[in-house]
């Protein structure tokens, strides 16, 4: 468990990764609020508890980041889904 400070941080840090990665506020916290299947069903939010569970939240952000531009709009939409 994270001190509250660090915690904090931690939250901003990753809202931050993800208000980027979405272009928009709203569709960053939808994502970061609802089960993600790329993330075993889990919900980004709650896997911010531990380190293992940041790393791979950063990893997917990530993934969708840097996703091939080649990709057909139904793949996008399927990263995006959630």
């Given at each position: 468990?994270?001190?509250d ?24 916290l939808?994502?970061m ?9 889990e ?7 531990t ?12 993934r ?7 990709k ?8 995006l889904?959630?």
């Amino acid at each position: 468990m994270f001190a509250d400070d660090e915690n904090e941080t931690v939250y901003e840090n990753i809202f931050g990764i993800a208000i980027t990665v979405f272009s928009n506020i709203d569709r960053a916290l939808s994502w970061m609020n609802a089960p993600c299947k790329e993330l075993g069903g889990e919900v980004p939010i709650y896997m911010l508890e531990t380190d293992a569970g940041i790393q791979q939240v950063k990893a997917e952000l990530d993934r969708i980041l840097n996703a091939p531009v080649k990709k057909t709009p139904k793949a996008l939409q399927q990263d995006l889904d959630f």
